[in-house]
DNA sequence: TGAATTATTTAGTCAAGGCTAAACTTTAGT
DNA sequence: ACTAAAGTTTAGCCTTGACTAAATAATTCA
């Protein structure tokens, strides 16, 4: 389905659309993709009608909002990758785009999440470039992760809720969960996405609904200390 | 030049030369990249051509040196990554096959060097597979590296000579290095290989040759604990 | 407004890597 | 030794993602 060329160009659409007006030209994206505008038309004419972007042809092609997603996810893998080469491996800030630009195409969103989490979820990559979280926006305030998408069998501590109502924090008052509360995903169940968690205090394993672990915001019990490097201007 | 489909049919022929007798079959080959024999019959020719294998048509095919060299590549990135998804991502053991496939295919000697330094020169990998060093051959006692192929910034302690003869050892007394000297490579000439190195001691920077380089064996100088895991048949 | 310029698409081709069906070797069994 | 079975290659076709050259649309400018 997404092939490597494909997540190529919707990541330079995403570039493109960012840095310029919303519509991005068909020449512009074959400079960025090092291809000639003959290939690059034939590519958003099926970028296009596989619902990725929306493709006025001679006037440019915008992202759909699944397009846009998926082209955030790959610059997610990107950064996340760039922040470990420079971070745990010890390369040069100007050292890691070329390898970080294959890396990226590993898709694997287990991996990305755990990678993520062992980085203690990094909000800036070696260029000063925001990172996006998982759910395929950039990180506002704080490291964190929705329950309903953190990885398996690490440490976490609830930081956040995403619904701040009544009902649900009643809710979260008969699970047992609140501010603070440090668990573990044992299980996340194919079916409904429902998790069963470990309470790190109590060893108590329960089941909770993915109504609830996708309000829940988490980040890693212990967070590596955060990192800022100077800035540069490319991905 | 190497593509993923050509890496993943060296290293299945790997596979089966280990396995079996030395001469492995076009069926056998296609059961393991999970192809027909009609594409693997192509894909030999080709490998043939370009003096990857030995083909003799009929009569299956057999790694020349040059592709045992890359399917031993092929197989220390596999492996290595593993490892470093099980001992430092968290997964399980029966997680990581798949997700270790695609970053195997990540070609950068710099990035899989750094990464060997980093998880501490393992010599197994998360299923008790030898890990391939940078040389293409087995590990055999110690986890080691010759320092011509060492990483750069990292602090290494000298283990060992590959030439143990006494012009030689006279030579690296002239220089300053004996065992347990602890040293960092700072730089690596394109031109020729030489290095400039910083001995941790005395905080000099000095030029080695790679006539040197090439005849000292390095570890990292702080090396983690090795783990050792429950052993399975897959890769 | 009517070229001239620029941007984009279409047409035609190619290489890599797959596939199925058919032809051809090799091997095994009687 | 000859034939049946098994293994291998060849022939013909397909998809993806490139390319060049030519046609067509959009834009700019006199
Ligand atoms: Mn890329
Ligand atoms: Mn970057
Ligand atoms: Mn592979
Ligand atoms: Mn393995």
Redesign the pocket.
Same mark, same amino acid.
């Given at each position: 389905m997404l092939? #490597? =060329? #494909?997540e190529?160009y919707l990541k330079a659409i995403l570039h493109l659309q960012v840095e310029g007006g919303d519509r991005v =030209?068909? %020449? !512009?994206i074959a400079k960025k #993709? @090092? !291809?000639? +505008? @003959? !290939? %690059? !038309? @034939?590519?958003?004419?099926?970028l296009g009608e596989r619902g990725w972007v929306e $493709?006025r +042809?001679? $006037?440019?092609v915008r992202l759909t909002t699944k397009g846009h997603r998926v082209a955030m996810d790959i610059l997610r893998r990107h950064r996340l990758w760039e922040y470990f080469l420079v971070d745990r491996l010890g390369f040069e800030w100007d050292e890691v785009h070329e390898i970080a630009e294959e890396l990226e195409h590993v898709d694997s969103k287990e991996l990305i999440n755990r990678l993520d989490a062992f980085l203690g979820f990094p909000k800036l990559d070696p260029h000063g470039d925001p990172i996006p979280g998982p759910n395929g926006r950039f990180r506002s305030v704080a490291a964190r992760t929705l329950l309903a998408e953190a990885p398996r069998n690490l440490e976490l501590v609830v930081v956040g809720v995403v619904d701040g109502g009544d009902p649900f924090l009643r809710h979260l008052g008969v699970l047992g969960v609140q501010l603070g509360t440090r668990l573990t995903v044992m299980e996340r169940h194919a079916f409904d996405g429902s998790l069963h968690i470990k309470f790190a205090e109590t060893e108590e394993v329960q089941m909770l609904a993915p109504s609830v672990a996708e309000r829940l915001w988490v980040d890693q019990s212990n967070p590596s200390p955060i990192i800022v490097f100077p800035e540069t201007e490319d991905a």
């Open positions: 092939t #490597v =060329s #494909v190529n =030209s068909t %020449t !512009s #993709v @090092a !291809s000639t +505008p @003959a !290939s %690059t !038309s @034939a590519m958003l004419t099926k $493709h +042809p001679y $006037h440019g």
